[in-house]
């Protein structure tokens, strides 16, 4: 059988540090306050001009020199982001312009925070069906231009970053072994950018009620994401005949501390099997799981033949998980 095997990853975030104590100065809030609710202590930002794009063609790039890849060998690239350069083209098109990927396929996933997972899925299924040989798969966002920094009640929570990896087509057992997708849109209210699709057009009014920055009503989103992580993580161990102890690490989604540690603990992992960034990052969305992944990889938390356990929810709402044999 053939299976999409990660041969190298990558990750990039802004030089821009905002930590809590920054955001102290600027809204009612307190470092403690957001240490003890979220275990955030700072978040990158992007510059001025910096885009997007540019974080994924950095995490891209670090991610094809891993894996020993050029670009004109990539044949497909799938970016997960709701935070795209523009409404349309896709973002993964300009990344695919920067590389001088020229033999690429190139599209974007919006899934929100669940948007890394379900792109992988998508470049997956193409790799196991012999479409694809070689596929970069990206998560990337810059939230810090549609949070507002005005709403003390989500602005603390995110920060900009990218991360990828290479896909390859290998034999054999080593690989993503699966990948589960779910959806509910019926309360999408309750995490969202209500402007500027074509239900809700650029207006004053529009402008004056801030409904261009993320909506979010976040004790709501907790208790969802909490289920639906530890749901979607179980199907994942039961469909792969494999218990909690069989994973070497587990890497959810970075939302934030009380999130994590209660789905790690609702699944029945031990600390030491749970990869934790969020401290330093902030949620990135899409990018939380690839850039927890190139870290654990760089830092030698990964070794060939582990098994990694991903998940993650978000907006939609969305969930995911995806079981990868190193
Ligand atoms: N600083 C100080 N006080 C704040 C604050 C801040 N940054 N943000 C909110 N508060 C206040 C609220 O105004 C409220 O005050 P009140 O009781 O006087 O009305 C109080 O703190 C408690 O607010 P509440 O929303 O109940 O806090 P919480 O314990 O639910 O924590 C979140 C808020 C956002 C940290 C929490 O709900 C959460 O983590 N939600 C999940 C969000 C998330 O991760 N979303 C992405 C999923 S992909």
Not at 137 to 143: N, P, Q, S
Not at 157 to 178: I, K, N, P, R, Y
Request: aromatic share 8%.
């Amino acid at each position: 059988m053939i299976r999409a095997r990660i041969t190298g990853t990558g990750s990039y975030v802004p030089e821009k540090v905002l930590t809590n104590l920054d955001i102290e100065k600027f809204l009612d809030t307190s470092d403690e306050w957001i240490r003890t609710r979220t275990g955030i202590n700072e978040r990158h930002i992007a510059a001025d001009g910096e885009n997007t794009s540019d974080l994924a063609t950095r995490a891209a790039e670090r991610a094809m020199e891993m894996a020993g890849v050029s670009a004109a060998d990539i044949d497909l690239i799938v970016v997960g982001t709701i935070t795209g350069d523009y409404p349309w083209p896709a973002t993964a098109c300009i990344v695919q312009s920067n590389l001088g990927a020229i033999n690429a396929g190139a599209f974007d996933v919006s899934a929100a925070c669940s948007g890394f997972l379900y792109a992988l899925s998508c470049a997956v299924d193409r790799v196991e069906a012999g479409r694809s040989k070689k596929a970069l798969v990206i998560g990337a966002e810059a939230l810090s231009r549609i949070v507002n920094w005005e709403d003390r009640n989500t602005c603390i929570l995110f920060g900009d970053a990218a991360g990828a990896v290479v896909l390859e087509a290998c034999e054999g057992e080593h690989g993503v072994l699966s990948t589960h997708l779910h959806a509910d849109g019926t309360h999408l209210e309750l995490l969202y950018q209500p402007g500027f699709g074509t239900r809700m057009q650029p207006s004053e009014q529009a402008l004056k009620d801030r409904n261009y920055f993320l909506h979010m009503q976040g004790n709501e989103v907790f208790k969802v994401a909490v289920r639906s992580m530890t749901d979607v993580a179980n199907i994942a161990l039961k469909a792969n005949n494999m218990s909690v102890e069989d994973v070497d690490l587990f890497i959810p989604h970075q939302a934030n501390i009380r999130i994590l540690n209660a789905t790690a603990k609702k699944i029945g992992f031990r600390d030491d099997q749970v990869y934790i960034n969020v401290e330093r990052f902030g949620n990135t969305s899409g990018a939380t799981i690839p850039l927890a992944m190139d870290e654990a990889n760089r830092a030698g938390r990964i070794k060939e033949g582990d098994i990694l356990l991903l998940d993650a929810f978000g907006g939609g709402f969305t969930w995911a998980s995806a079981i990868v044999r190193w």
